[in-house]
């Protein structure tokens, strides 16, 4: 009987390379894929400037692990299609003075997308990433995407945009452990990643300075204007809308001695006037926040208002409230508590216990 056909999406990493090695152990026939994604080349040599998911070394390291484990190993071009769907929303938000997260696009676009349909016509059933996060199936048919074994890193906030068609497809082989076994099991294989350390900025990032790519790739985004306080007050001056986030107190450029006397938070970024707004830490919180569109894992919305949990940023800590579905498909949440980093452009993330519920991009606090 044939073995069953799974494509890895290869980073180099010890996650990929774990999840890679089990699958072989398993008895599946495997594929490794490394993806060659698009990285900015301004401001230094062209050669060291690569994206950090992979570099020659990371690359190299990713072949290596392929010949241990005796599988077929490619690396595919995705420099164009990474940079149009991935790199030019993400400036594009932060031009429209919002704080994005590039992981989503990259996630629907590039892993679930792009290599999804790369692995689909080498015949594989499946494709497996390294991501802290696990499949479930349900008495009715329907997948669900659940929480990953380890709490601290778990990844399924930024897997929320997966529905049920990307979900058939998807193997996560490492959700089942926590880091620290997945690094045992790297080293019961042997496999040279084991110990490697983990990259915590953005990929295409090469100097790691957001402010300078965004410099370089939208000019226009580094416009001078006031600070406000929510007295409609000049107090200061910024460098530009994109260099600020929501809840940030240090980095202010405040200018009045009344304004220096207390600490103050951003509280809004007003593009419509280029004013970024400072207030108190008690001006700060917000009870609700709003997405424009909702995407619901099952794909269906609930029958109406919903009680549960939600994370509004990848490293939030979690917070309780209800949902409340829009007939046009967008989304209100309510907190039980106020919170204080409800920023637009990053993700409302809605949980049921373990399971995903669906999320969307917060468009307001109101």
């Not at 580094?222 to 107190?249: C, D, K, S, W």
Request: aromatic share 8%; charged share 25%; glycine share 10%.
């Amino acid at each position: 009987m044939a073995k069953t056909r799974v494509v890895v999406a290869m980073s180099g990493g010890v996650d990929s390379s774990v999840a890679a090695a089990l699958l072989v152990r398993q008895g599946y026939e495997v594929i490794g894929i490394m993806l060659r994604l698009w990285a900015d080349q301004a401001g230094a040599d062209a050669a060291t400037n690569v994206n950090r998911c992979c570099t020659p070394e990371a690359v190299a390291d990713a072949r290596a692990i392929a010949r241990l484990l005796d599988i077929p190993f490619y690396d595919i071009h995705a420099e164009g299609i990474f940079k149009q769907r991935v790199v030019d929303p993400w400036v594009a938000a932060y031009a429209e003075a919002t704080t994005p997260n590039p992981c989503f696009n990259c996630n629907r676009s590039i892993r679930f997308g792009f290599l999804l349909q790369k692995a689909l016509a080498l015949g594989a059933e499946y494709l497996a990433t390294g991501h802290y996060a696990r499949v479930a199936r349900k008495a009715d048919g329907r997948f669900c995407l659940l929480r990953g074994k380890d709490e601290k890193k778990d990844q399924s906030y930024v897997l929320h945009v997966l529905g049920q068609r990307e979900l058939a497809h998807a193997m996560f082989p490492v959700g089942d452990y926590t880091k620290e076994e997945v690094r045992a099991i790297a080293r019961d294989f042997g496999l040279p990643t084991a110990e490697r350390a983990e990259s915590q900025d953005l990929c295409f990032l090469t100097q790691g300075d957001y402010r300078g790519f965004l410099v370089r790739h939208a000019p226009e985004v580094a416009r001078p204007g006031p600070i406000m306080n929510t007295r409609g007050e000049v107090i200061g001056q910024h460098e530009g809308l994109p260099f600020y986030t929501i809840g940030q107190r240090r980095g202010l450029r405040l200018t009045t001695r009344s304004a220096q006397a207390e600490p103050l938070y951003v509280i809004r970024l007003d593009r419509a006037n280029n004013a970024l707004i400072v207030g108190s830490a008690e001006e700060l919180g917000a009870r609700r926040a709003r997405v424009r569109a909702m995407h619901y894992v099952s794909g269906e919305p609930p029958a109406g208002p919903l009680r549960c949990s939600t994370k509004i940023r990848y490293k939030a800590r979690e917070a309780a409230g209800w949902l409340y579905p829009d007939p046009d498909g967008g989304a209100a949440f309510a907190f039980d508590e106020p919170q204080r980093d409800v920023t637009p452009g990053q993700g409302l993330v809605c949980y049921a216990g373990d399971e995903v519920i669906g999320g969307g991009i917060i468009v307001s606090d109101s």
